[in-house]
């Protein structure tokens, strides 16, 4: 009898790539002559919420293009940040806070278990917490579910990876 193969999607990002592209952003933020003296920060809270805070809007759009250029080049998905929106803090700042996307929501777990069943292929998929443990007999189903989860992955606006692969 044929063995069951399955794999997991997932949604989350290397912990310590994200404190490391933070920390280059913060030695740019200290030697990059346009913001040199702007009194800018950018901190890491718990790895739920990256805070940029600095003088104008300007100014944080230019930290922001810095921040997603570290994080591509680190290997991470800027999909794993969700912006929200600008606000006033002390001293006539800026502040604008991001949100660290990890974990698959449950609406999204529906959405990507449907999408899998319209396929017509012949695997199984099943929403565990917050991931989605896809399986079936034939290890071409799985790579094929893969490649269309890979093809929308613009449609879930989520970084998708697939682990546990057997």
Do not use: H, W
């Not at 920390?23 to 346009?34: E, H």
């Not at 794993?80 to 609406?107: C, H, M, W, Y």
């Amino acid at each position: 009898m044929a063995k069951d193969c399955s794999f997991d999607v997932v949604s989350e990002f290397d912990k310590q790539e994200l404190v490391n592209a933070v920390d280059q952003v913060k030695r740019d933020l200290t030697s990059r002559f346009d913001l040199k003296n702007s009194n800018s920060s950018i901190d890491l809270e718990a790895d739920k919420t990256i805070t940029i805070t600095t003088n104008d809007e300007m100014k944080l759009r230019n930290i922001y293009d810095i921040l997603q250029t570290k994080l591509v080049k680190r290997g991470l998905s800027i999909k794993i940040l969700d912006p929200q929106s600008i606000e006033n803090a002390l001293g006539g700042n800026v502040r604008q806070i991001f949100n660290l996307r990890k974990g698959l929501t449950q609406e999204l777990a529906k959405k990507i278990v449907a999408d899998i069943k319209d396929s017509k292929l012949k695997v199984q998929a099943s929403i565990q917490g917050e991931q989605v443990r896809v399986s079936g007999k034939s290890k071409d189903d799985l790579q094929e579910v893969i490649k269309m989860l890979r093809a929308n992955e613009d449609k879930y606006d989520y970084p998708l990876q697939f682990t546990n692969y057997r």
